[in-house]
């Protein structure tokens, strides 16, 4: 059995072949398919699949009913390792790789592909056809096998490299089964919200009542959906704003404030996940958004469209199962601070966090004489930066308990005000500074850290030029970056779980999972979650005491599980 075969898509459907040897290279002559559907259904042997990108294969593959246990993601290797060698932001294509390996002139990138409400079928297209052929391919691999052995942890870098290959997989099929979705109970829930719409396409009758309400509390008309219009009729009151968020508002003693609030959470729902976004994306009874791992450079997912990362509890209520069959909602209970453990190795902190109990509550039995929210505080500040006032005091408790811990993290920091590159458990690489806004600048307020050091450079792919800025972001890119790389790994575990099971995964985000499943298969998909973190932990980060417990639910309605 040869273990790993290159494919290259050809033109009209059809697929060249070759069989590689432990080195990358060649190991049989290449073979040329009429139907790349069945070059691959023909060769159940192969374990590992090679090619270009995961998005110009694998769709066509599921079309025809064919799955594929495993797959090495040329451009997704490719990322990663530019990364690794400090140049983040270099193209990746593997004609870019193909240029570098050759000392030809470097050509960039393709444009992303862009997700066209209301055409998901045209999701996953492939991009713009890319002059590389499969020798060239088989050079480009054989090379990125040369220099994941360069990186200095080569089995850590190997093992991100396919973990983020097989996310590439999960995306595709995420994508091809779609979250169940009634149109009919969203349209229920935006009629409850946001009342009748009226027609010419004005906004819906609660916004408009909440506008009027807005401007009777100013005395002149004011438009809600407007912060300039905001910020100036608060001035004319007498009350200066420097923006129109809700953390800056909420506290204002003026008759506005209350419509204001009500509007803007409304407006946001109209706007995100409205009537024109549910025709635009749900499609005989499935949301089907494209997925992007790795969209950010923390590892985080993103996707292409449709907001699905983001979907407001209220309208969770649409996301209901198929008759007789469960939604299995499964997520991470205090995944950060246990991947903080992990990747530390302080003893103490890992023997806390080898409890499947409060992990905050053990913290604060040892730390801070059973302050909970002063743990949380701690441990949060230690991860986020929040290091200034009390955050300062809670972290010399903590490093006093867990200074392996707390040291882990302040040298990420240290290293990225110094510019040096700062990389997780595994190897994913935090870019070098390139100048950005600094999170309050970005929309997110300082006293909510976890989406703060979002802003500051993980959601949004960049780091601040500012030291101190980018201290905060490295401290905190270990942890949340080992933290993505973990989740790649339960996704890796757990689509292997349910290879025999009617169960689909259905969605992902961050620290949360969804698998739609028979009833009766219920049970076991949830254990095989479980099973799924525990062989992720000990894969990501060898034996260690610590645990990574799931909280489980299964529902009918997805809103129910929270």
Known sequence: MTERWALAPTERGGAELVPLGPDGLPAGPVVREPDLAEAVRSRPDVTRWVWRDTHAVHPRLLAAGVRVERCYDIEAAENL???????????????????????????????????????????????????????????????????????????RMRLLTASESAGMLVAAEMHAAGLPWRADVHRSVLQELLGERYGGGGEPRRLAELADEVSAAFGRPVRPDLPADVIKAFAHAGIKLTSTRRWEIEGIDHPAVPPLIEFKKLYRIYTAHGWSWLQDWVREGRFRPEYLPGGTVSGRWTTNGGGALQIPKVIRRAVIADPGWRLVVADADQMEPRVLAAISRDPAFMEVSGQAADLYQAVSDRAFAGDRGQAKLAVLGAIYGQTSGDGLKNLALLRRRFPQAVAYVDEAARAGEEGRLVRTWLGRTCPPAVGAAEPEEAGIPQDEPEQAADAGGLTYGYASSNSRARGRFTRNFVVQGSAADWTLLVLAALRRELTDMAAELVFFQHDEVIVHCPEEEAEKVSEAIREAADLAGRIAFGETPVRFPFTVAVVECYADAK
């Open 81 to 155: 390792l530019i990364a690794h060698e400090g140049r983040h932001g270099d193209p990746r294509s593997a004609a870019a790789a193909l240029a570098r390996l050759k000392g030809a002139p470097v050509p960039p990138d393709p444009p992303p592909r862009v997700a066209a409400p209301g055409s998901q079928s045209s999701l996953f297209e492939p991009r713009p056809p890319v002059d590389v052929t499969l020798t060239d391919l088989v050079d480009v691999y054989a090379e990125q096998q040369r220099r994941h052995g360069a990186t200095g942890q080569p089995g």
